[in-house]
């Protein structure tokens, strides 16, 4: 099961800790910022990536996502997020990622009286990268943030259709935001859920904790997860490295027991 699994890893410290990736079979999952990707040197990502290929450790990659929305009507905003999700490409195919996560830009405070607005904007928005993540063969998900149903994402989703375009399920986000059921949720996206991210929470703030220390139920989490076919890639979301030794010692029961 340690092949599905992945941990967070700001970019800026992959080279540093590539010797601790590789030394304890550690596949990351690497979040970029912005400002990053237009000082990036790519000789050294395809150093790394190398690297991780040849030790048969897969690599997903967290886009940037902060000021950025595929879904806004703002021309000089489309423009932005539109550069900065295909500089993040640009990272994948370096490392050969083989998974991309994007935030989908939907926020329904901002768009309750026109949510079509969103909804439209983004079936224009996707379709080029869905081109060259075919091209680079690497599949593309849309994590749920401020999503309360699971409906927002599945619509969209389903309209584009496409096997290189699918859902990233953030359980830490979908207890701060959903009074939706994980029965619920996973009935109507499952089929499109390629990647999970785990990581607690109390309810109330996004505070990443690890496994067991929040009020998420895993247990059941892990039994819709089961049902799903292939079993999709899983990231623990920890920010440091005593969240994260937390957070392994509590998942492998649930990996362990997951039927492959």
């Given at each position: 099961?340690?092949?599905v ?40 990502l ?7 290929a040849?030790?048969?450790l ?33 990272v ?7 998974l ?8 329904r ?49 389903d309209?584009l ?72 890639s ?27």
């Amino acid at each position: 099961m340690d092949n599905v699994l992945h941990v967070h890893l700001p970019l800026r410290a992959l080279k540093k800790r590539l010797r601790w990736l590789l030394r304890n079979r550690f596949q990351p999952e690497v979040a970029c910022q912005g400002k990053e990707l237009d000082k990036l040197d790519h000789t050294i990502l395809r150093f790394l990536g190398k690297r991780l290929a040849e030790e048969q450790l897969r690599l997903t990659i967290h886009a940037p996502f902060f000021d950025l929305n595929p879904g806004s009507h703002d021309p000089a905003i489309e423009m932005i997020t539109r550069r900065r999700f295909h500089q993040t490409l640009d990272v994948a195919e370096s490392l050969q990622a083989s998974l991309v996560v994007f935030h989908p830009g939907f926020d329904r405070w901002r768009y309750d009286r026109q949510p079509e607005l969103w909804h439209e904007q983004s079936r224009k928005f996707w379709p080029s990268l869905i081109e060259r993540a075919a091209e680079l063969n690497c599949q593309l998900v849309l994590e749920n943030i401020f999503e309360d149903s699971p409906e927002t994402l599945a619509r969209l989703l389903d309209q584009l259709d496409s096997p290189w375009l699918g859902h990233c399920f953030d359980v830490g986000h979908w207890n701060l935001f959903s009074p939706v059921s994980l029965k619920e949720w996973f009935t109507r996206l499952g089929h499109h859920t390629r990647h999970i991210h785990l990581h607690d929470n109390r309810g109330k703030v996004d505070e990443h904790l690890p496994i067991g220390q929040g009020t998420i139920n895993f247990s059941e989490l892990f039994q819709q997860i089961d049902r799903l076919q292939p079993v999709p890639s899983m990231t623990l979301e920890a920010h440091t490295l005593r969240e994260l030794t937390k957070s392994l010692a509590a998942v492998r029961p649930y990996l362990d027991a997951l039927k492959i």
